[in-house]
């Protein structure tokens, strides 16, 4: 039997993927986006709020909570259109602290004092959510869908000239970016049974874009390894208190060297595909 | 004979300078058709202006006898043109087999991109066999040779049952046994109503493989009619060897 702290941790662990997933799908269009904090806020506010104050049973708090987060997605993602790397960075940047601000600000939903009331959800709910956005996204890996974000990456001009309209495919990964961040943050609220302004911050969106990159970002595969490993480490170092940030930030600094792409990638599955074919 | 598309008083200048004066010329169904010229002449200008990337000051270009000027180059591309490029550009990420499947989904509903179908992965095969590249299709496609990645560009461009293929410099970098391959290929798909603009400098070639051709010099037509005609044009003749020949 788990011990509630490994419960904890496996908790933990299942909201960072998700968050990593909700990345992904928006950087697999070439696309960084540094806010998704804001986006998990708002899933975790506005489904708390939904089962507290409205009475609104868990699942279809969190279904709405996704949705109207994906509209800010859209939102997000029109000027987002206009801007690419570091200057689209900044822009995601500056909307997850909006969105932090103002919760910080909103007193229906405990301003700077936070939220509280939810109800606590089971291990079990949370690893089903996760699994089944996991089972999404790694299904929608192998469409023909997927080839056009990744197109849209690859070259956005010669992708529109093989018939693609990729503000469309880029809005869309926004809005399903916006969504699994959401779905996260209903969740951490219903685990942590407590949410303020703070859990949201520049730190929780760095955290998503490093268990991405480390775990490796091209394939959803990837942010498994780096949720889990970005959970387990700070465990794993923990005989060398303090020491365990530093030893940890030069552990990151040394994947990257070594293996820019992360942990995994496409090829690692290619070669497990020719091993088939070779047997 | 219709034209699949007709290419009508086009003035295109950047700043100051007019790359492309008061061109004009009708593309036949299913006819190969070739511009050539000397650098600079304003060939790549014209498949530019036709696939959406340049609005040009003045003029009109019709697909089967619609105005396609002032579209996005995405719907172009679905109307029916598609093209490949002298500096190649294929999708980094991916292999040959995937850059087949992708040119296929634009144009179907939302639904039957998730879904795997049949008919595209079947098209798909027939289009690295056409082009002689089966052998290629799990490699990342940029990381095959030159002349290769062509015929990659082409099976994707032609993957997307074009009504018009527009091809920028498709010989560069091939050998003559693969030019000659890929005029035999190119053919065979005009006699099953293929039209085809090419764009060339292998003089040869083009003479073997063009049912018409149009001349560019210094952004103005300045000759069109059979490859035969052209060779014997005084025009074109001094263009290519100089005003004293």
């Given at each position: ?5 490994q419960?904890g ?10 968050g ?29 709020w939904?089962t ?76 089903g ?8 996204v ?25 018939g ?25 609220a ?26 490796g ?11 889990a490993?970005?959970i ?35 090829n690692?599955?290619?070669l497990a ?7 | ?31 190969i ?88 992965a079947?098209?798909?095969e ?17 990381s ?36 000659e ?48 005609e ?16």
């Amino acid at each position: 039997m788990m011990s509630s702290y490994q419960a904890g941790l496996v908790a933990d662990g299942s909201i960072l993927l998700l968050g990593a997933l909700s990345v992904y799908v928006i950087l697999s269009t070439g696309q960084l986006s540094l806010g998704n904090a804001g986006f998990m806020a708002i899933g975790a506010y506005l489904s708390s709020w939904l089962t507290v104050s409205a009475g609104m049973p868990l699942t279809p708090a969190i279904v709405v909570s996704a949705a109207v987060s994906a509209v800010f997605g859209l939102i997000i993602g029109f000027p987002a259109l206009r801007l690419k790397g570091l200057y689209l960075a900044m822009a995601t940047l500056g909307f997850g602290e909006m969105v932090r601000t103002f919760f910080l600000n909103f007193e229906p939903t405990g301003g700077a004092g936070g939220f509280s009331g939810m109800e606590h959800v089971p291990l079990w709910y949370i690893l089903g959510w996760t699994a089944f956005v996991l089972a999404c996204v790694m299904i929608c890996e192998r469409t023909r869908w997927w080839l056009e974000i990744r197109a849209v990456n690859d070259d956005e001009l010669a992708a529109g000239l093989v018939g693609m309209n990729t503000t469309v495919t880029k809005l869309m990964a926004f809005m399903t970016g916006a969504a699994i961040a959401a779905v996260a943050g209903a969740l951490l609220a219903h685990q942590n049974l407590y949410i303020e302004p703070g859990n949201f911050g520049f730190d929780r969106s760095t955290e998503f874009v490093l268990a991405m990159i480390l775990g490796g970002s091209s394939l959803a595969a990837g942010s498994i390894v780096g949720a889990a490993l970005l959970i387990m480490l700070p465990e794993l170092l923990r005989d060398f208190v303090d020491w365990r940030i530093a030893i940890f930030g030069a552990l990151l600094v040394a994947v990257l060297l070594v293996r820019r792409q992360g942990i995994l990638d496409r090829n690692v599955f290619g070669l497990a595909k020719f091993w088939r074919r070779a047997n | 004979m219709a034209n699949v598309l007709e290419f009508h008083d086009v003035d295109q200048s950047f700043g100051g300078i007019k790359a492309l004066t008061d061109v004009s010329f009708d593309i036949p169904q299913a006819c190969i058709t070739g511009i050539i010229g000397p650098n600079g002449a304003g060939k790549t200008t014209i498949f530019n202006v036709i696939t959406g990337a340049y609005r040009p000051d003045r003029g009109s270009v019709r697909l089967n006898g619609q105005e396609i000027l002032g579209l996005a180059p995405y719907r172009i591309a679905r109307a029916g043109i598609s093209r490949t490029f002298q500096n190649i550009r294929l999708f980094a990420s991916m292999t040959v087999w995937e850059h087949m499947l992708l040119s296929q989904a634009p144009r179907t509903p939302m639904l039957s991109r998730i879904l795997p179908s049949r008919a595209v992965a079947e098209r798909g095969e027939r289009m690295m066999e056409l082009f002689g590249i089966s052998a290629v299709r799990d490699r990342i496609a940029v990381s095959l040779p030159y002349g290769v990645q062509r015929k990659v560009e082409m099976a994707r461009a032609y993957a997307m049952e074009p009504k018009l293929l527009l091809l920028d410099e498709p010989v560069a970098g091939m050998n003559h046994d693969e030019a000659e391959d890929l005029r035999q290929t190119l053919q065979g798909l005009r006699d099953k109503g293929l039209s085809i603009l090419i764009i060339e400098h292998d003089m040869r070639f083009m003479m073997n493989l063009c049912d018409e051709m149009h001349v560019m010099n210094y952004g103005r037509k300045i000759a069109g009619g059979r490859p035969a005609e052209i060779q014997r044009d005084p025009a074109v003749i001094a263009a290519y060897l100089g005003e004293d020949a």
